[in-house]
């Protein structure tokens, strides 16, 4: 059977990026299509289907952010940013809109590839060791199923994106257990242990599972901080087996 290749949009501007990116990554084995503005992405995106987007911020007619926004609408696709912009505030908002990671221009393209494989990687990695065999975690009105990465909240289907959903499963893996934000970052991202970079992008993913998952996210009862470490969620005892 043939594999399945990965589809990857790459969203901006300049053409020699466009055809640096578009060579670099098919000579890896990646499907690779492209776009020149934020409305040509959004068209494309909806043709081609791709696994993950490789979105620049500042583009004409729409830029990054209101792309990033509009296929947040619509779909979970991960999502990595490019910018130019020095100001860390300014890569902060992508992540707010639903950005799952981002590289600042001007970048490595084979840092770009390790932040691709990351992340398609993450998103398809089974679960931790402290997930129980039915691959489904019950806590308050939060139902979490592993096996389909799907969350409920009473009824209601809650939408993650894939790196908000490999957040969870963390922290649920160890529940009770507090992580650092450099072990999540290790974990979740694939970020190297040497490697400095924000830790603040675990901030804000933190921050959107909050207000998705919580009653009152500014004072929240699942994810919980750790002071002076970093996250942990509540510990979660089994319910009793019903015989």
Known sequence: ?????????VVDDEASIR???????SMIGYDVVTAADGEEALETFREMDPDLVVLDVMMPKLDGYGVCQELRKES????????????????????EL?????????FSPKELEARIRSVLRRIDKDGGSGIPSSGVIHIASIRIDTNKR????????IRLTGMEFSLLELLVSRSGEPFSRSEILQEVWGYTPERHVDTRVVDVHISRLRAKLE???????????ARGTGYLFQRIIDPPEVG
């Open 1 to 9: 059977m043939e594999n399945h290749k990965e589809r990857i949009l």
């Open 19 to 25: 055809r640096i990116l578009e060579t670099r990554l």
């Open 76 to 95: 979970d696709i991960p999502i990595i940013m490019l910018t130019a912009l020095g100001d860390v505030a300014d890569r902060i908002t992508g992540l």
């Open 98 to 106: 639903g950005a799952d990671d981002y590289v600042v221009k001007p």
């Open 150 to 157: 799907q969350v409920y909240k009473g009824d209601e289907r």
């Open 215 to 225: 009653e009152d996210p500014s004072n929240p009862e699942l994810i919980l901080t």
